[in-house]
């Protein structure tokens, strides 16, 4: 998508009707180019009803990310956060790992309505499409070096828990060590990247990306449950005040645990694990499993397996946790 395909898409954001005719003057091109624009939209997810006499319109009103509205909508929080709002980027963390290195202020965050690029752990890809989603990142610095830091996606989880309850999303739980899920569906996924010494200071760049209202064929290509905000409490929330929320929630939670460490929130941590109690099986990185016995989480945020021999911990470095078969 382009930056033609993203004015387009901002003048159709309202969901009415706009002729071709007055969006091609308006943008200062040909009609062929705004057909192209609005094709391209068309063949990344985002329906276009074309209707002779009319012109064009969305399926359905879009509310597009603006930072002065996520501001304004940050209350007591906004003087700890710079947000920067950006059409289209590769991944919102590399870009925000690259502003970091460059001195970026504790704070930053960046919030985009397209990545290219988008990921989950492991280089594995994350969908999302312009207006259904967000994806963002934030990026915090912490005294402690990033040994110290361990737990931090535990943390970031309870967050956006946090953030999700408050808009009415009352049954969102937490799968080790990073993602949201509702009624066994991934609703979001968070990936922190870390810069620093293990000695200090260090800084995390903290991506999350949330599904708010997406396509049925998007949600069913993602090759595991996945579901938005919408299904999960029926009226989803404005899009930049959702974001608001999650940042307000992340800057209470993030003070905490500069001070605390993952460990005050770890009571709060197992009453959202999904698998508390439960029998599950880790896959290693080799390809071996370990099954076992969810029993909870340690004060640092490693994972607590009960097996045939004995209890065993798994730091979330390169393990994934399922459900047993
Ligand atoms: P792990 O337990 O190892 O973290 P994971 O499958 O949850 O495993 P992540 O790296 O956390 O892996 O997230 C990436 C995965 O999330 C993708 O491989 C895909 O299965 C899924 N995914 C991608 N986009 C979305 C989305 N918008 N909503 C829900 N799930 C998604």
């Known amino acids: 998508m382009n930056a033609l395909t993203f004015q387009a898409l901002r003048m ?36 276009v009803f074309k209707v002779r006499g009319r012109g064009y319109r969305l399926a359905e009103p879009l509310s597009l990310l603006a930072a002065e509205a996520v501001v304004s909508a940050l209350g007591a929080s906004a003087p700890r956060f710079a947000v920067e709002v950006v059409d289209s980027v590769e991944s919102t963390n590399s870009l925000l790992m690259r502003r970091a290195a460059a001195g970026a202020a504790s704070g930053t965050v960046i919030a985009a309505e397209w990545q290219t690029q988008g990921r989950g752990r492991r280089g594995r890809a994350w969908h999302a499409l312009p207006g259904a989603a967000l994806t963002f990142s934030v990026l915090w610095r912490f005294e402690q070096g990033a040994g110290a830091l361990a737990g931090l996606s535990l943390a970031v989880g309870l967050a956006v828990t946090r953030a999700l309850a408050q808009c009415g999303v009352r049954e969102a739980g937490l799968k080790w060590p990073n993602d949201v899920l509702w009624r066994g569906r991934k609703l979001a996924g968070i990936l922190i990247e870390m810069q620093g010494d293990m000695l200090g200071p260090s800084a995390a760049v903290i991506g999350i990306g949330l599904n708010c209202r997406m396509p049925a064929a998007l949600l069913d290509r993602i090759d595991q449950p996945a579901v938005d905000v919408a299904t999960a409490c029926g009226t989803p929330p404005e899009r930049n005040r959702l974001l608001a929320g999650l940042l307000t929630e992340l800057d209470t939670i993030l003070t905490e645990f500069s001070r605390e460490g993952f460990a005050s929130f770890r009571d709060e941590w197992q009453a959202c694990h999904v698998f508390q109690g439960k029998p599950v099986k880790i896959a290693l990185p080799d390809g071996g499993i370990v099954n076992g016995t969810a029993e909870g989480v340690a004060e640092n945020g490693a994972l607590l397996l009960a097996t045939q021999s004995g209890q065993l911990r798994f730091h979330s470095g390169e393990v994934s946790l399922r459900a047993a078969a």
Do not use: K, Q, T, Y
Not at 15 to 43: C, I, P, Q, T
């Open 12 to 47: 159709l954001a309202d969901g009415e009707f706009r002729s071709g005719e007055a969006m091609a003057r308006v943008l200062g091109v040909s009609r062929a180019s705004v057909w192209n624009a609005l094709h391209a939209l068309d063949a990344s997810g985002i329906e």
